[in-house]
T-cell receptor, first 113, second 109 residues
Framework: DSGVTQTPKHLITATGQRVTLRCSPR?????VYWYQQSLDQGLQFLIQ???????AKGNILERFSAQQFPDLHSELNLSSLELGDSALYFC????????????FGPGTRLTVT | GQNIDQPTEMTATEGAIVQINCTYQ??????LFWYQQHAGEAPTFLSY??LDGLEEKGRFSSFLSRSKGYSYLLLKELQMKDSASYLC??????????WGAGTKLIIKP
């Protein structure tokens, strides 16, 4: 158990819908990272927040957005969902702004039908 | 641009030794990570190298040559549970991890 929690574990929804994925970092960690991993593909970095502020952006679509709240939990919002958005979405956290000792949550498996 | 190159798949025998290579090109360099990922599960940290040389940790060792943009992960005394993907991830000058596609390691009895 990494100490990073993600909810829900599984999510099935239809094309065109909007969903919200939630992540709680390890206690004391200020950085939260979001990743997308499609079937048999590598990890795609989406976005990083550090202490409530957006710190870095990767290959995140305009239909996707995220935020980190004052209690440091984070949410990833995916809208106008397409079949190709079906993937595992991982959240990770680290103490510092740099990803030393980055711990991953168990992931949310999103299926868009 | 930034680029990571790892073999897509490797096969090895239980009890043997395997070396997974990674070559990289990044904008600046602040060390390199190796992660293990079992199918459908989250990646877990294996090693971090920032200086040239070999770092040994039990059955796993990781090597780095910064001048060559090269790293390898060495796994000894292979066990069936080592069947997984191994991800090489150098950190660039902005402290961002650049993720390779990973090497799928298959262990046969």
């Amino acid at each position: 158990d990494s100490g990073v929690t993600q909810t829900p574990k599984h999510l099935i929804t239809a094309t065109g819908q909007r969903v919200t994925l939630r992540c709680s970092p390890r206690s004391g960690d200020l950085s939260v990272y979001w990743y997308q991993q499609s079937l048999d593909q590598g990890l795609q970095f989406l976005i990083q927040y550090y202490n409530g502020e957006e710190r870095a952006k990767g290959n995140i679509l305009e239909r996707f957005s995220a935020q980190q709240f004052p209690d440091l939990h984070s949410e990833l919002n995916l809208s106008s969902l397409e079949l190709g958005d079906s993937a595992l979405y991982f959240c990770a956290s680290s103490v510092t702004v740099a990803p030393y000792e980055q711990y991953f949550g168990p992931g949310t498996r999103l299926t868009v039908t | 641009g930034q680029n990571i190159d790892q073999p897509t798949e490797m096969t090895a025998t239980e009890g043997a030794i395997v070396q997974i290579n990674c070559t990289y090109q990044t904008s600046g360099f602040n060390g390199l990570f190796w992660y293990q990922q079992h199918a459908g599960e989250a990646p877990t940290f294996l090693s971090y190298n920032v200086l040239d040389g070999l770092e040994e940790k039990g059955r796993f060792s990781s090597f780095l040559s910064r001048s060559k943009g090269y790293s390898y992960l060495l796994l000894k005394e292979l066990q069936m549970k080592d069947s997984a993907s191994y991800l090489c991830a150098p950190m660039d000058s902005n402290y961002q991890l650049i993720w390779g596609a990973g090497t799928k390691l298959i262990i046969k009895p």
